[in-house]
T-cell receptor, first 111, second 113 residues
């Protein structure tokens, strides 16, 4: 079955460390997205990419970086510059301009 | 500023009962509105999507309504089941752009046996 796979499901970050969250899709979708979800708040867009080798900043890109070297993959790196990284991170994909399918998320915590 | 407000924040009902969740938005101009269901620890799953010209859309026991004049939408769940326990998220788009989606903070529904 087609879908989006995020890994790992749980991730812990130490002080000063960069961590990378994986997102892979086999839906042949052009566009991919990264969102951050905090308790009691709506999803917020971190980065999105509509074609390979191109990506755009969302509303809260500071402290994060992405790459889009393959259509299927859109990894997110949470850098040490992100001072409050504890959150639930969701990856999504679509054929058009709006996310249609979401992965099951990665929960990132601070050690 | 574009905003999406959902009410109530949380709701507890007994299995078999009906319920209605509300979504008010200030997004303009309006392109479409989606309702998502998000189970705990999982990603959101799309239930319905409505454009400006649609005022009702059903998906099984879920029925969404839209009043574009008053900028209100509702999600009605009929004959609730335990598996309906989840967060229900309203998302509004002003134009066809990922950059401008506005997500509500969700209504947490708990269905008790």
């Amino acid at each position: 079955d087609g879908g989006i796979t995020q890994s790992p499901k749980y991730l812990f970050r130490k002080e000063g460390q960069n961590v990378t969250l994986s997102c892979e899709q086999n839906l042949n979708h052009d566009a991919m997205y990264w969102y951050r979800q905090d308790p009691g708040q709506g999803l917020r867009l971190i980065y999105y990419s509509q074609i390979v080798n191109d990506f755009q900043k969302g509303d809260i890109a500071e402290g994060y970086s992405v790459s889009r070297e393959k259509k299927e993959s859109f990894p997110l790196t949470v850098t040490s510059a992100q001072k409050n990284p504890t959150a639930f991170y969701l990856c999504a994909s679509s054929m058009g301009y709006q996310p249609q399918h979401f992965g099951d998320g990665t929960r990132l915590s601070i050690l | 500023k574009n905003q999406v407000e959902q009410s109530p924040q949380s709701l507890i009902i007994l299995e078999g009962k009906n319920c209605t969740l509300q979504c008010n938005y200030t997004v303009s101009p309006f392109s479409n509105l989606r309702w998502y269901k998000q189970d705990t620890g999982r990603g959101p799953v799309s239930l319905t999507i409505m454009t400006f010209s649609e005022n009702t859309k059903s998906n099984g026991r879920y029925t969404a309504t839209l009043d574009a004049d008053t900028k209100q939408s509702s999600l009605h769940i009929t004959a609730s089941q335990l598996s309906d326990s989840a967060s229900y998220i309203c998302v509004v788009s002003p134009v066809d752009s990922a950059r401008q989606l506005t997500f509500g903070s969700g209504t947490q529904l708990t269905v008790l046996p």
